[in-house]
């Protein structure tokens, strides 16, 4: 099971870390990624973290602005948001799987998904 957690608001130039717990099963193994659906919208690929935090893959339009790292000792992962602005207003999703970080951008393989976390950027 995946729990997204620190969502809320912020101003836009602002900043936000949301968290993503996992329990009942070690994901170190697995890429683990971030999604995030906006209302009206299709959920759309942020970012993703291969297994042993090595290598990362982010959405062209949150480049430079997020960081995703992950903790396995503490089967978490986080998504650090700075510069925010108001388009990164949504919903946010974490979700894990076999499978590399590219496919992931594709949805490929993701074979876990959390329950997402509320982030509001007032402009």
């Known amino acids: 099971q995946l729990q997204a957690s620190g969502g809320g608001l912020a101003q836009a130039g602002g900043s936000l870390r949301v968290s993503c717990a996992a329990s009942?099963?070690?994901?170190?193994?697995?890429?683990m990624g971030w999604y995030r659906q906006a209302p009206g919208k299709e959920r759309e690929f942020v970012g993703a973290?291969?297994?042993?935090?090595?290598?990362?893959l982010y959405t062209d339009s949150v480049k430079g602005r997020f960081t995703i790292s992950r903790d396995n000792a503490k089967n978490t992962v986080y998504l650090q948001m700075n510069s925010l602005k108001s388009e990164d207003t949504a919903v946010y999703y974490c979700?894990?799987?076999?499978?590399?970080?590219?496919?992931?951008?594709?949805?490929?393989?993701?074979?876990?998904w959390g329950k997402g976390t509320q982030v509001t950027v007032s402009s």
């Open positions: 979700a894990a799987g076999s499978t590399t970080i590219a496919s992931m951008a594709r949805r490929i393989g993701v074979a876990y």
């Open positions: 009942g099963r070690t994901f170190k193994s697995d890429s």
């Open positions: 973290i291969n297994w042993s935090g090595g290598s990362t």
